[in-house]
């Protein structure tokens, strides 16, 4: 049952071949038994799920229910849980209930959606591995002396593993989708303002976004039908009309125009990845797309602005974790300063100082036109260079990330490295786009993503194509060993 | 682009952050080193672009002039570090 | 050496809305601690700012009043700083596109004259709270509720030279944020407050001198102690040899002078930035034009009126038209007074102005009502009462004794107009005092005038005032021509 996708749990639980309460608590366990070597959990919601996975079973007998009624999920820890702890992955929030849920908290919740734990992550979101959590490094199911990718390690391994059929994550330069690859699921980054931000704990305001980590991209398409969508508590949400993403799921990609970006299949990707990310390609070729090389001049340039917005932004948000209202508080301050700058200094791990002083010196008199202005100048370039290359293709198809997962401590002290391994997906962000990841194959038993970016409020068109080759493959049916 | 000590203590407090003297160094040579990453950006001419804040650029919706929330300070305060008599205390602020 | 002070004002005007800025909590004053502080206001982890229209709609009013350009794009900005009364460690305010533009008002200088003050710009920001630090012991006491409530700062040109003009141009944009009932200009609640940025230069020279900010005056009077003793104080500096420094300065009227908040100086890097949880606010010319539908008539032109319409001097008019409810009142006596508007001007001008700030009332708290007034008013030009009657008949109504005619009627204040009656009176005075008539036959013509009061003063006393003055002069005159 746990290697079922969310259409076929749906089927189960309408067929009444199980209850919620059942499949509940068959999660549960699994995620009790695995959390000790994966560590993809912050906190297991055991009661709170058993409770809820009892009443969606009486919603169901009642017939008030929704195709998703009694189905579990993980959240990402980032996501605001009303009276559930929500840290971030760090020391500033390890003591943080939440008093209020985030808006896709509240839909899923409406939509009968049973959450089993909040999952953990990169502090704050800042990393690509998933190492800098206080709560220790999520390991990857496919092999725990690796990573799982980041920031969100923890759902994408609990879903890789099969510990919860579906779970939430946040991208903000390739947090879902790099995850989605280096574990081997389906990770879809929405068009930005597609899914509200409103009590998902911001990072860079910008450039953050929702969305699924499942393993079919029809699994995928249903948690967008629930969680996309205007939120007017969130002025930078988009008005558009919602699709249903489930839709167009079954059309043909007959005459698709895949744009190739020279830039992505360069030097600096492996080669293996190269050749798996390619055999993808032809994949979808058989399926009737065409491919055209493309190009995407500032590419190169998409990690330095990146490495400009993104501190920036977080240095101001994350001001407001003082010490006076809320969070992580230092022992006996002796004055105000020091009450700031000790909660401060204790409260937050290393990475996430560096970036916040980062930002602070970018930001700072004399400084700002050199790097934050130049930073939007060229993200601007960025932008026009993805919409010149709609002009000529559908979408656009490449690798998601340079390399397989690497080792746990590999790159840890090493930050600029770390940084320059989100080549792929960090231009998406800066141009607001939807970009999906999905399996594409191994190399070394470690899984590979293929990536493809569609132009601005196109998710459902990038479902489509990532249904259609998940049709015609296997990659995503891969269990890692010892998880079956 | 090369931080010295005194320019990392500066944005330190700046950013109102406790770090230790040993780890000056340290943090000297990451963040020059992301610096330096971050000036390959002079390696285009972006003369007469004008900066992008946000992706979609749409104008803000304005929100009606409507009263919405209710007192909740007790909820938002059972887990505040400090609080009397409905307050949030710090050390004295002498002004 | 001669100095010539040059001071530029930053008015704070707390817009009158019934919701936060960017929350829908309430803006009532007063209430308990924290329990109109929402999650946004707190700055809790994932909430996000939604723009108030009404804050839109009252900034672009005041704008469309100073004659200031609206720009077709503002942009809210992030101040980044701490402080335990800024919950997000930064300020939402606006920075490079402030919502008005570039506009102007006229002041009255004492000797009659109009001098037109700049205004650089005005823009929205969101108030902090409040940082008490009495009564906590060893702490400060952060209260909430006022983080988030819409400000609207207005900053003037440095185009005033001393405290009285400051003074003059920070009661202009009072009555203008009262017109537009866009403020509720309560001084004493911080409703309406200002920061002034003082220094002085040797006359002649044109390079400004080095400023000191003056933060959070909150009444017209401190503002002119506090630009005085700062102007003095900088003058003697410099007279000395020294240099004034930048910095900002707290005014303390106990102690009337202006001593260094260093507290505030060490954030003056405030990194500010467009907030990327708001996009850029876009005011359509259709929205302007509703708006400009909305302006009511604002002080300078309902004073020209005034003068135009009853006849009133500028400088009544100008006292009339300072407070809009001044104004509203004003009108709405003369109508009651069959438009009796010089009377009403001097009425309400005088003896119920004397009486107001004898008792520390505003306008609005009269005990007599316009209505009331205008109904005397109607009875002295009737010439039912007179006007030195009319001080009583005041006096009742302001001790609340009724209106006008009821005291008339209940206390037999009614002139006495019937000639028999008068004419009795006349003879009787004449016949008792007849040194004063030959006195006063023996006068040359232009001392008559004055003898002549004697017997006008006999003859009101014997009738307790009630007879009619005008009739009285007349007859006495008649009669001692002979």
């Avoid at chain 1, 079954?250 to 080669?271: A, H, Q, R, T, V």
């Avoid at chain 3, 936060?20 to 700012?49: H, M, R």
């Avoid at chain 3, 009796?340 to 708290?365: R, Y």
Wanted: proline residues 4%; charged residues 25%.
């Amino acid at each position: 049952m746990h290697q079922s996708t969310l259409a076929q749990l749906s089927a189960a639980l309408e067929s009444k071949e199980i209850s919620s309460e059942e499949l509940t608590r068959l999660y549960l366990e699994r995620c009790k038994k695995f959390n000790d070597s994966l560590n993809c959990f912050i906190t297991i919601n055991e009661d709170e799920a058993i409770k809820k996975a009892k009443l969606a079973d009486q919603q169901r007998a009642e017939n008030k229910h929704t195709a998703l009624t009694g189905i579990p999920v993980a959240q990402k820890d980032i996501f605001c849980t009303n009276g559930i702890k929500t840290s971030c992955g760090s020391k500033m929030l390890d003591n943080f209930i939440a008093p209020y849920d985030a808006t896709v908290v509240e839909k899923m919740n409406a939509a009968g959606f049973i959450m089993l734990g909040k999952t953990n992550m990169d502090e704050f979101a800042m990393g690509s591995s998933n190492e800098t959590s206080f709560y220790g490094p999520v390991k990857n199911p496919w092999n725990t002396d690796y990573v799982p990718g980041g920031s969100s390690g923890g759902s994408a391994s609990a879903v890789a593993a099969r510990l919860t059929p579906i779970a939430t994550g946040t991208d903000t330069g390739g947090s879902i989708r790099q995850p989605a690859s280096l574990c081997g699921i389906t990770g879809l980054k929405p068009t930005y303002g597609r899914v509200s931000r409103y009590g998902m704990i911001a990072f860079a305001s910008s450039l953050d976004q929702g969305g699924p980590m499942a393993l079919t991209a029809e699994d995928a398409a249903l948690m967008m039908n629930v969680i996309a969508g205007f939120d007017e508590r969130d002025s930078t949400s988009a008005e558009q009309q919602v699709d249903d993403y489930t839709k167009n799921l079954n059309n043909s990609i007959e005459g698709l125009k895949i744009g190739l970006p020279k830039e992505y299949f360069g030097e600096g990707l492996d080669s293996n990845i190269a050749k798996i990310v390619e055999d993808g390609i032809k994949e979808l070729e058989k399926l009737g797309a065409t491919c055209k090389e493309i190009e995407l001049p500032n590419t190169e340039l998409s990690i330095p602005a990146y490495y400009v917005v993104a501190p920036a932004e977080c240095s101001s948000n994350l001001s407001r974790f003082d010490g006076v209202r809320f969070g992580y508080r230092c022992d006996d301050p002796k004055d105000l300063s020091d009450l700031y700058t000790r909660s401060r200094g204790e409260g937050f791990g290393k990475e996430v100082k560096r970036r916040i002083m980062i930002g602070a010196y970018v930001l700072s008199a004399g400084y700002y036109d050199a790097y934050y202005l130049k930073a939007q100048q060229i993200r601007h370039l960025i932008r026009d260079d993805f919409q010149n290359a709609f002009k000529d293709v559908d979408v656009i198809a490449g690798p998601t990330a340079t390399g397989t997962a690497f080792k746990l401590n590999e790159m840890i002290d090493d930050p600029v490295s770390m940084y320059l391994s989100d080549l792929y997906t960090v231009s998406v962000n800066l141009a607001g786009l939807p970009a999906i990841s999905v399996p594409a194959g191994f190399d070394n038993n470690l899984p590979v993503g293929l990536q493809l970016i569609g132009n601005y409020f196109e998710e459902s068109r990038l479902l489509n194509i990532a249904h259609q080759f998940q049709q015609a493959t296997d990659h995503h049916k891969a269990i890692p060993e010892g998880f079956e | 682009m090369s931080l010295d000590k005194s320019e990392v203590q500066k944005i330190a407090w700046l950013a109102r952050l406790a770090i230790d003297e040993q780890d000056i160094p340290n943090y000297s040579v990451e963040l020059s080193n992301i610096l330096d990453l971050v000036e390959r950006m002079n390696s285009v001419d972006t003369d007469g672009i004008s900066p992008l804040a946000h992706p979609l650029e749409l104008p803000a919706r304005l929100r009606g002039d409507e009263i919405t929330e209710k007192d909740q300070r007790e909820h938002f305060q059972k887990h505040a570090p400090l609080t009397d008599e409905g307050c949030y205390l710090v050390p004295k602020v002498i002004e | 050496m001669e100095w010539e002070t040059v001071i530029g004002l930053e008015i704070h005007a707390q817009l009158a809305t019934k919701s936060k800025i960017f929350s829908g909590a309430a803006t009532t004053y007063g209430a308990e601690p924290n329990t109109q502080a929402c999650a946004v206001d707190l700055g809790l982890p994932g909430v996000l700012p939604v723009i108030n229209k009404e804050v839109v709609a009252k900034a672009v009013k005041f704008g469309l009043a100073i004659e200031a350009e609206i720009p077709p794009k503002s942009v809210f900005a992030r101040k980044n700083y701490f402080y335990p009364d800024l919950p997000k460690g930064y300020q939402i305010s606006q920075f490079e596109l402030p919502i008005v533009s570039t506009g102007h008002i006229d002041i009255q200088l004492e000797d009659g004259t109009t001098k037109r003050i700049g205004v650089t710009r005005a823009h929205l920001e969101e108030d902090a709270g409040k940082s008490m630090h009495e009564g906590f012991g060893d702490y400060t006491g952060i209260d909430l509720n006022r983080a988030g409530t819409p400000l609207l700062e207005i900053v003037s040109e440095p185009d005033m030279r001393n405290a009285k003009e400051a003074v003059a141009y920070m009661k202009k944009i009072h009555s203008i944020v009262r017109y537009l009932e866009i403020c509720d200009g309560n001084m004493q609640e911080g409703s309406f407050r200002c920061d002034a940025n003082v220094s002085v230069r040797p006359k002649g020279q044109e390079e400004f001198g080095t400023r000191a900010e003056l933060k959070n005056i909150n009444s017209f009077r401190f503002v002119e102690q506090a630009i005085n003793i700062e102007v003095e104080r900088q003058i003697d500096i410099l007279e000395d040899g020294g240099e004034v420094i930048q910095e900002t300065r707290l005014y303390d009227p106990n102690k009337n002078e202006t001593r260094s908040m260093r507290s505030k100086e060490e954030a003056n890097d405030y990194r500010y930035f467009p907030d990327p949880d708001l996009l850029p606010v876009e005011i359509e010319n259709s929205f302007i034009e509703q708006i400009r539908g909305q302006l009511p008539e604002l002080p300078d032109a309902k004073k020209q009126r005034f003068i135009d319409e009853f006849k009133l001097s500028e400088y009544d008019s100008g006292v009339l038209t300072a407070q809009k409810e001044m104004s509203d009142y004003f009108e709405t006596c003369v109508k009651a007074a069959d438009g009796e508007a010089k009377l009403s001007s001097n009425w309400i001008t005088g003896e119920l102005a004397a009486s107001l700030n004898k008792e520390n009332k505003d306008i609005t708290e009269s005990p007599v009502s316009a209505e009331m007034l205008g109904g005397m008013v109607k009875r002295i030009k009737d010439d039912t009462i007179s006007g030195k009657i009319a001080k009583q008949v005041f006096e009742a109504m302001w001790n609340g004794e009724g209106n006008a005619d009821s005291i008339i009627e209940s206390k037999g204040l009614k002139q006495v107009t019937d000639t028999g009656a008068i004419e009795k009176l006349v003879d009787d005075v004449i016949s008792n005092s007849p040194d004063q008539v030959a006195q006063y036959q023996a006068a040359p013509d232009d001392k008559k005038g004055k003898l002549i009061g004697y017997f006008v003063g006999q003859i009101m006393k014997q009738s307790q005032g009630k007879a009619n003055p005008k009739q009285v002069n007349e007859l006495l005159r008649k009669k001692l021509k002979i």
